[in-house]
Nanobody, 125 residues
Framework: QVQVIESGGGLVQAGGSLRLSCAAS????????MAWFREAPGKDREFVAA????????YYADSVRGRFAISRTSAESTIDLQMNSLKPEDTAVYYC??????????????????WGQGTQVTVSS
């Protein structure tokens, strides 16, 4: 059984920082990607960032590029998301996901099969 667990959310003032972590167990996403998406109330789930299994390739939404950084840790199937210069519009539930090798759109949440419960990030103005 695959488990994806996110942690590290919380409440922060605008301009502050948070670091999210994600650990997947039960399978690996070798050859594929792990990614972060977010979902704000009344909005569709949107892509935030993705990282290749090797860790050599990273991708970001335009809205977070330059402020967020996705990285792999030394543990297999574990990634972090460092979020700096947070804005109120970053407020959302953040979800971690992953998928193995194959041809798919890594920016489309429908491409992924395994999801965590999410972690709330709230940025106050």
């Amino acid at each position: 059984q695959v488990q994806v667990i996110e942690s590290g959310g919380g409440l922060v003032q605008a301009g502050g920082s948070l670091r999210l972590s994600c650990a997947a167990s039960g399978r690996t996403f070798r050859g594929g990607f792990m990614a972060w998406f977010r979902e704000a109330p009344g909005k569709d789930r949107e892509f935030v960032a993705a990282i290749s299994w090797s860790g050599t390739d990273t991708y970001y939404a335009d809205s977070v590029r330059g402020r967020f950084a996705i990285s792999r840790t030394s543990a297999e199937s574990t990634i972090d998301l460092q979020m700096n210069s947070l804005k109120p519009e970053d407020t959302a539930v953040y979800y971690c996901t992953g998928r193995g090798s194959g041809v798919y759109s890594l920016r489309n949440w429908r491409s992924y099969d395994y999801w965590g419960q999410g972690t709330q990030v709230t940025v106050s103005s």
